[in-house]
């Protein structure tokens, strides 16, 4: 072959070679994503769903796809005490709930009975510096709470006599979730309280396990568990929060943007869902009345005077000065 055949053979190949090469790179995908699992025990249809989805929304676009965020919603990867786990381990990102033991168990001093008179106490508190200085508790465990939306102010409900006082619980089979504090008011209040796991309560109340709930009105709805319980108390006894905690790891490990992303995200997030749920509430009240549910209100003052031990127990739990300083916080807030 000649000098010249063999340098244009030469340069064909290596013009082919280029034109591949190109080609391969404009093949290679850019950079994926950063995907964050986010898990809670809620309904598909619950606020507390259609406020992640708006969240999970709003991370994506001022990320501008950076970042997205993947919802897992009623209990697919766990009840809430496993999906506190989960995110502790690092197999899931984002989680929502109120097991908090896993986290820290001084979380639950929120849920101590009756310590606030209504939602916008609530949200006063928990903008305010103690309600700050809570969310701060986790992280020595690899956490990071970084909000609560309201799981609510929790009601008597019952498939036998309506709750009316203190003595309509004296041995009523109740369940309640495995927060310590609801455990110990409900033994105060003279009721035999079980702990059954959230996904587990409408055959424990169709089977009989269970004669009463004590739940959040929407959850009560939402998981028709009214089909067994006809008769609800609105009492207000003790208000729960749905912890928002991520993390600490995967929170730490992202560019600072993406960081401020979140935070932002959840900081718009919460204060959408506080304005829907009067109405939510409200609405859920009146689609319950319609399924022949009777619905009534009690006296709180009653249940209150008894639950001067369960301040007590916990004080020793927890330290004196957090629960003084969470009950004269709470007084405060409006």
Request: no cysteine; net charge neutral.
């Amino acid at each position: 072959m000649s000098i010249s055949r063999r340098g244009a053979l030469v340069g064909a190949i290596f013009g082919a070679a280029g034109v591949v090469g190109i080609a391969l790179l404009a093949a290679v995908p850019a950079k994926a994503e950063t995907v964050l699992k986010l898990a809670h025990a809620s309904s598909t249809d619950s606020l507390i769903n259609k406020a992640i989805i708006r969240f999970a929304d709003e991370v994506k676009a001022s990320t501008k796809g950076a970042v997205t965020v993947q919802i897992f919603p009623d209990g697919q990867l766990g009840d809430e005490g496993p999906i506190a786990d989960g995110v502790g381990s690092g197999s899931i990102d984002i989680g929502l709930g109120g097991v908090v033991d896993g986290i820290d168990t001084r979380l639950n001093v929120v849920t101590l009975p009756f310590l606030f008179k209504d939602a916008k106490a609530v949200h006063a508190f928990l903008d305010g510096p103690t309600g700050q200085e809570l969310f701060k508790l986790g992280g020595d465990r690899g956490f990071v709470v970084v909000g609560a939306l309201d799981s609510g102010f929790r009601q008597f409900a019952t498939a036998t006599k309506p709750i009316a006082s203190p003595a309509d619980l004296t041995g009523l089979k109740i369940r309640t979730p495995p927060n310590p504090v609801i455990l110990a008011t409900m033994k105060q209040l003279g009721a035999l309280p079980q702990s059954v796991p959230f996904g587990q309560v409408y055959t424990a109340l169709q089977s009989k396990v269970v004669d009463a709930v004590e739940p959040e009105i929407r959850d009560f709805y939402d998981q028709k568990w009214y089909e067994s319980a006809k008769q609800v108390a609105i009492s207000n006894y003790i208000w729960t929060p749905n912890y928002w905690f991520m993390n600490k790891a995967k929170l730490e490990g992202l560019p600072e943007d993406q960081r401020n992303a979140i935070k932002d995200a959840v900081t718009h997030t919460t204060a959408w869902y506080r304005e829907q749920l009067d109405g939510v509430i409200a609405d859920t009240i009146a689609k319950l009345k319609a399924k022949n549910v009777t619905v009534t209100e009690v006296d709180g003052k009653p249940f209150q005077a008894m639950v001067g031990p369960v301040y007590d127990a916990f004080a020793k739990e927890w330290g004196a000065d957090l629960v003084a300083k969470v009950v004269k916080a709470a007084a405060e807030a409006k």
